[in-house]
């Protein structure tokens, strides 16, 4: 499977409320593709591996705009925010896909359980909600997309992550700046 984008622990700090922590939480949820990039592979016996799964992702915006409600979030934000984790997610998917579709050398041989890592992919995104929460006066400034930047640049230079998991964590991140100034 392709390399994990784990950040430098000297680089991102645990601290509180930091979009440091924010972004190394995003990584960690995008870890997550590849294990069910695999299961989905393995599901589909040869055939065309179906990444999109409307019943799961219904659940997951359904449980965030529930959190959302809890912790005084504009519902809408929150759903961008992780319509972006899910879309950066399935880029991911996608990509090693069409990888292993090209050198099935490279393809994961042992079938993975998806029953393992959702409950990953659960707590990651509630800890995602509480740091909006805290995180939520640099989320909706206006430099917010500068912030994060920084941060994911400084991922990158660590030299972890290929480029389909750097693109997807650029595509996962930007999802965090509301788009519409009505949602702070």
């Given amino acids: 499977m392709a390399p994990a984008m784990r950040p430098d622990s ?4 645990a601290v509180g409320g930091s979009l440091d922590r924010l972004v190394a939480l995003v990584v960690e949820r995008l870890d997550t593709a590849d294990v069910v990039a695999a299961a989905k592979w393995a599901a589909g016996d ?3 591996p179906v990444i999109d799964d409307p019943v799961r992702e219904a659940e997951v915006y359904d449980a965030v705009a529930r959190l959302a409600r809890g912790n005084d979030l504009p519902e809408s934000w929150v759903r ?3 319509f ?3 879309e950066a997610n399935k880029t991911v998917q996608r990509g090693l896909i069409l990888r292993w579709r090209w050198d099935r050398t490279t393809a994961p041989t042992t079938p993975t359980d998806l029953g393992s890592v959702r409950p990953v992919i659960d707590r990651v995104n509630a800890e995602i909600l509480e740091h909006m929460v805290v995180c939520r006066a640099e989320l909706t400034a206006p430099d917010c997309l500068e912030r994060l930047a920084r ?3 400084g991922v990158f ?3 972890r992550g290929d480029t389909l998991h750097r693109i997807a964590l650029l595509r996962a991140v930007a999802a965090l700046c509301p ?5 702070t």
């Fill in 84 to 86: 972006g984790q899910i």
């Fill in 10 to 13: 000297a680089k991102v700090s």
């Fill in 151 to 153: 941060i994911v640049f």
């Fill in 179 to 183: 788009v519409r100034m009505d949602l």
């Fill in 157 to 159: 230079a660590t030299g």
């Fill in 80 to 82: 961008q925010a992780f």
């Fill in 46 to 48: 040869q055939g065309e």
